[in-house]
Structure formats: structure tokens, C-alpha cells
């Protein structure tokens, strides 16, 4: 899976962390890698052009993939108690609410009267009751009608059948997620629910948050992070950071002429540790980290189609993808510190979001590239390389999602 959102050139320059680094580098060098090569031994037709700007197909995609999946929504201690959020999932108008005690609760924007805006804005403030502002009926935190106000039903009014619409919602790792599936899903990182259990990701707080949004479908951006052919040509600076980057590739059992047994070389350049300018971490280190997890300098996890996390020796990033039309997309990009991180004195979360941010905007640029070429009315469909297996699997993913709609 693609790594390269993140990143940061530099060498370390002479922190105390080279010992450890030694470590984690001979730990890594004794495991030999014994999986089979990923390569594909055929070239496959991608998805078609049109499902990336055909405004019929965007709606499909809403309904078969975007209201059936979890949608992280941020970062629970991010959203204080005692207030109210809109978010829109797969066209869907949602709230999510966390009640004065921490309770949260998720409903359909739309009140049971005549259908008004339960919030009108992105954020306000939420008191005992979801009140909705145009008639004052009012609905307790697990979407029960408490209230009609001033309107007085008569008795064919059955309240009970009245309540709010509820939404999915469930935490992993201090994410909060939605779904308006009426059955959601399991919850399906690629690496599993544990792959971040090593890190104390409930505790991280965000430090630094940029959007972008791109003039492309979500599907280019997943595409992107896919495959690493387009390393050498547009992130030179994660080139260097990531050696093996410069080849074209994300793993060594991926390289022409790799043999099943070959040692592993580690991953980042000498002497980094982690993704920032310097290579050097921005605090101190997670101490629960395995010697792989530390010499990786790199850990992504990726929960189609909503998010995918990196979670380095010292910090995690987080980078969240909002499809805003069929030639629109937005990401949410979040970096994750510890307290005793953010405390440091002259810490900046910016500078250490620098590296990361110049390579996630090199990607934002290429995707736009490739979503301006593919609308030629030449373009029908093209065919992915052996090296873009993970490409593959995407579309299958795309495919099967998209099957019964
Ligand atoms: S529409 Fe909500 S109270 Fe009337
Ligand atoms: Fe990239």
C-alpha cells in the first residue's frame, strides 16, 4: 500500500537516537523475508473513464460504497463535550452530538416535524436537549421526542413513532466514525483493529490539521496512495527519505530480481528515524513500539475509502478523503502528538507537518494531472502494471461494492 503522504528529507543530525536506531537495524536485518513476490503476471484494464466524472456513476457510488461504509469523522477529543457537529456522509446530512456527560449520538439532520435542520451550522453549541431550531421540538440524547413546544398534537399522535433517525457511530484508536447503513459493516483496516494497538492513540491530541481539495474523483486519490512508479518522477524529497522509493517500489519483495529469503534492509535512509526535516523525531519516542515498528520509521493502516493513518516512531498522521462531486474531492490531513510532545518549549507542529505536507501536495497535483488527462474522449480505460497489484485489488474492492447497486 502507499506509503508516500508523508515524509521528510534530512539525515538526523546527531541525536542520542542513533543507538537506538543500531538496534532496531540489526533487529530487522536478523528477519528474512519469506513472503512470495506481490507482482502481478498479467497487466488488468483499469475501472472505466467514465466512473471517474460521470456524475450518474458518482450517485451510484454514494449509495453502493459511501453509505455503506464507516466514515471517520475526527478525532473524539477533538469534538468537546457539550456540543453538536454537521457532517455530510455519502450525501447524507448527518449530526453528531456529544452530550455535556460525553455520550455521543449520531442522528439524520431532520427534525420529525416538517423536516427543518436539527443544525444549521458546521458546530453549535448542544444543551440538555437537540432542539430543533425552527419550532422547538426537542429530542434527548438517544433520539427520543421529549418536546413539541408550543404545538399541541392531538391523540392520533403517537410521539414514540417520532424520534430522530439514528446513525451508526463507533470509536477506534480516538477516531470517531459514522455510517448510515442501516447494517453497517465491520470496521475493516487492512491491517486489522490491533495494527495501532502499540501506540496510545486514544491519548494523541492533533496539533496541526490542513485540507485540500482536489479537482479529482476519490478514486485517483486512493489510486495514487496505491503505488509507488510515480516516486521517482514526483516526490524527490520522499525519494530520499525512503531509499528503496527511488526504485519504484514500496518493498524490496517488489524490486526486479528480488529472491524470497533475501535479508531485509531497513527502511528509512541512515540515520532517520522518523518522517520530519531532519529525519531526527520530534519528541520523545512511543515507548511501546516493537524493534519492526520502530526501524519501519513508517507504519500505514488504511480503512477504505474513508482514511488512512501513518503512524511513525514519535508521532501519527492521519489523512481523511471527502468526495465533494465526481470531479471534487477533499482531504483532511491531521497530525497527532502526545502532551509531552506539544509541551515541549518552541515546539511547532507546522515545521513538523512541513515534509509531509510538500509531499501530500505533490500527490494533490499529480491526481488533478491524471483526473484532467483521463477526461480526453480518447481515454476508455488503461491498464495497470505488475507493480500496481494493490491498484488491482482496489478496483476489485470498487467492483464488488458496487456489484448490487
Ligand atoms: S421543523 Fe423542527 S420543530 Fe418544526
Ligand atoms: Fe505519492
Known sequence: MFAPSDGEEGAARGTGADTVSQETREAVRGNLMTETSPLLDHCPETLP???????????????????????????????????????EIGGQNVILCRASDGRLGAFHNTCRHRGAELCPADEKPLGKLITCPYHNWAYDMSGRLVSTAFATPTADFDRQAHGLF???????????????ADE???????????????????????????TRDLDCNWKIFWENYNECLHCPGIHPELCDMVPIYRQGVMA???????EAGTPQAPTLKEGARSWTMSGAPCGPEFAGLTAQEKANGY??????????????VDYVRSVTVTPLG???????AEWLFPDETLAQPGFDAAEVARFATLVLDQDGAACEMNQRGLKSGKYQS???MPQEFDILKFHNWVRAQMEPA
Open 49 to 87: 473513464a467514465e466512473s471517474y466524472h460521470d456524475p450518474e456513476w458518482f450517485a451510484r457510488e454514494q449509495r453502493a460504497i459511501w453509505r455503506r461504509s464507516w466514515v471517520n469523522v475526527g478525532r473524539l477529543n477533538d469534538l468537546a463535550p457539550g456540543t453538536m457537529r454537521r457532517h
Open 166 to 180: 439514528p446513525v451508526h457511530v463507533r470509536q477506534w484508536n480516538g477516531f470517531v466514525f459514522l455510517s448510515v
Open 184 to 210: 453497517p459493516p465491520e470496521l475493516c483496516p487492512d491491517l486489522g483493529l490491533s495494527a495501532l494497538d502499540n501506540w496510545p492513540m486514544d491519548t494523541l491530541r492533533t496539533g496541526h490539521r490542513i
Open 252 to 258: 524490496a519483495n517488489e524490486a526486479p530480481g528480488w
Open 299 to 312: 507504519n500505514f493502516v488504511t480503512v477504505y475509502p474513508t482514511m488512512f493513518v501513518v503512524a511513525h
Open 326 to 332: 465526481p470531479e471534487r474531492t477533499r482531504l483532511t
Open 382 to 384: 488503461g491498464r495497470l
